[in-house]
Each structure stands twice: as C-alpha cells, then as structure tokens.
Nanobody, 129 residues
C-alpha cells in the first residue's frame, strides 16, 4: 500500500522560509512524477512544483518560480522536499505531495493533478502579513 506523509507546515511571517517534507512508502520507484500541490481556502487544488523520476526535469508554477525549490533526499530516496522562501500571504494553503505515473515530462502533463494516483493528507502553511 502506497502511503505519503507530509510534514513541516506551520505559521510563518511574510518573507520567511519553510521546508516541507514528504515521506513515501510502499512505492516501487520507476517512471514516476513526484509533485506538490496546494489548496487555498475556497479554491481548488493547484499545481506548485514537480519533477520526474530522474530529478533532471523540474517544473514550477509561475507563482512560485524562483522562490520554491523541489528536491529528493539523495540518501533517503523515499523523501521529497519543498523548500519555500520569501513566503507571501497568498501562499497560505494546505500543501499536498503526490505521486503518479509519468507519461511525458512536459509541464501540461506533470502539472495536471488528474495524472497523480497517490496523495498525502496535507500539511497546512499559514503566512501572516
């Protein structure tokens, strides 16, 4: 059974930094997309960042490009991170990590939440002004 568990959320002031973690178990890694999405109050779940199973191709939404960074733990290959810097109040949301099969490493496919099969329970990030 595949399980994803996020951690690292919390309350931070605007301009601050947080690192989210996602530990994945039960997955046989192969041609996968590993990503982060977020859902703000009253909004749908939206793409934040993702990479393909090689880690060579990274994708970011326009709203976080240059401020957020996605990475995989080089030692513990089952953990992915989302480093978030220069946080803004509109980054406030519940953040979810997700894993799915990778068909093509293009932005349109990797940013589509319908292409992800497994999701964590989410971790809440609140950015105060």
């Amino acid at each position: 059974q595949v399980q994803l568990v996020e951690s690292g959320g919390g309350l931070v002031q605007a301009g601050g930094h947080l690192r989210l973690s996602c530990t994945i178990s039960g997955l046989t890694f192969g041609r996968n997309a590993l990503g982060w999405f977020r859902q703000a109050p009253g909004q749908g779940r939206r793409f934040v960042a993702a990479f393909d199973w090689t880690g060579d191709n990274q994708f970011y939404s326009d709203s976080v490009e240059g401020r957020f960074s996605i990475a995989m733990d080089s030692a513990e290959m089952n953990t992915i991170y989302l480093e978030m810097s220069n946080l803004r109040p509109n980054d406030t949301a519940v953040y979810y990590c997700a894993v799915g099969p990778l068909y093509t490493a293009t932005y349109s496919t990797i940013a589509d939440k319908e292409n992800y099969d497994y999701w964590g329970q989410g971790t809440r990030v609140t950015v105060s002004s």
